[in-house]
């Protein structure tokens, strides 16, 4: 890990940057149907392209309105998921939603590359899933209203109303689409292409899902846990991504390792999280590269290492300062794909 580690001002990281976290600033005003029961995770997860490589959920609720103070409060791993809409540059838009509840976030994504200056977040595809109580609806009109009149364009996706933002950030340009599927859904996305395929998944279904079941990398988390997340590499697209590690070249957010598999995270704890990674590789080498990765003694990163019988590295980490969880955040980005460079 180089760039991850210190490729961004830290104290402007975690809470400016949920916001800067996952790069999806946008919009949507559909005309939304009727939602009919409570959705789940699962079905959330259906509605992803089967090209996704990396998922992220956040299983708690949370108000927009209410920006966490600390690294490692629960609440701020929703802000983490949600992107940056909710980031300090875009905070009074996301305060439309004061007072509503987010129960649960899902980002699916894909398609990770260096920023299109040569700083900032890295680019990528992606789509973040807010999914609300059912009373929330009134909050979610009033976000709509907001993004209509900050500059947002009125556009059509796979047949559902959105709203598109452009912007520049870091020498970057920037696109974002924000569709309203579903009377309590507010589906955030990066590229129109990937809000495509999900809108039409959503709609009408399709074969496979995003990371079948059978992947080992389920194994390694608890879906009842705050936040938890599954990258499984995509041999497709690893000399394009400079997080990928099937690679035999060290890159700017990558630790090297052609027979890499995936990763699991979980964040337990509601009170005192601690993160759990487990590193799926058939390289015998997988404990030191795991640890080259995620030790960082000097910058208050200091994870247990071991094995674990499923063969996978285990990592785990409590940091008991706000310093640790900074590092943890920068390092877990980039792992799942959202490297930050400075």
Do not use: C
Request: glycine share 10%.
């Amino acid at each position: 890990m180089t760039e991850v580690d210190n490729g961004i001002d830290r104290r402007t990281f975690l809470f400016g940057a949920a916001g800067s976290m996952l790069l999806v600033p946008s919009s949507a005003v559909s005309q939304p149907r009727q939602a009919d029961a409570p959705l789940s995770i699962g079905t959330v997860i259906d509605w992803l392209p089967t090209t996704t490589e990396t998922l992220i959920v956040a299983t708690r609720p949370f108000d927009p309105g209410h920006r966490p103070t600390r690294p490692d409060d629960v609440a701020a791993f929703g802000w983490f998921v949600v992107g940056p809409i909710a980031g300090r540059e875009r905070e009074e838009l996301f305060r439309a939603l004061t007072g509503s509840h987010v129960r649960f976030v899902v980002e699916g994504s894909r398609a990770f590359r260096r920023p299109g200056g040569r700083l900032g977040m890295g680019q990528y595809e992606g789509v973040h899933a807010l999914v609300f109580e059912e009373g929330d609806g009134a909050a979610i009109d009033r976000f709509m209203t907001r993004l209509a009149a900050s500059g947002g364009l009125a556009t059509s996706v796979s047949g559902f109303d959105a709203v598109r933002l452009n912007w520049r950030a870091e020498n970057a340009d920037w696109s974002a689409f924000v569709a309203r599927p579903r009377s309590d859904v507010l589906l955030i996305a990066t590229a129109e292409n990937i809000l495509a395929e999900t809108l039409d998944r959503l709609r009408r279904g399709g074969r496979g899902r995003a990371l079948p079941e059978g992947l080992p990398e389920w194994s390694g988390v608890d879906k009842t846990a705050p936040l938890w997340a599954i990258r499984h590499y995509s041999r497709d697209d690893e000399e394009l991504d400079p997080t990928s590690p099937l690679t035999t070249s060290r890159r700017a957010a990558n630790e090297p390792d052609t027979a890499a598999v995936g990763l699991a995270v979980t964040i337990a704890g509601d009170t005192s999280p601690r993160l759990t990674v487990h590193y799926y590789s058939g390289s015998p080498q997988a404990l030191s590269i795991a640890q080259r990765f995620w030790d960082h003694p000097a910058e208050g990163l200091s994870p247990l290492f071991e094995v674990a019988p499923d063969r996978s590295v285990r990592i785990s980490a409590a940091p008991t300062k706000p310093e640790g969880w900074t590092i943890l955040w920068l390092a877990l980005l980039g792992a799942l794909g959202h490297a930050i460079y400075l």
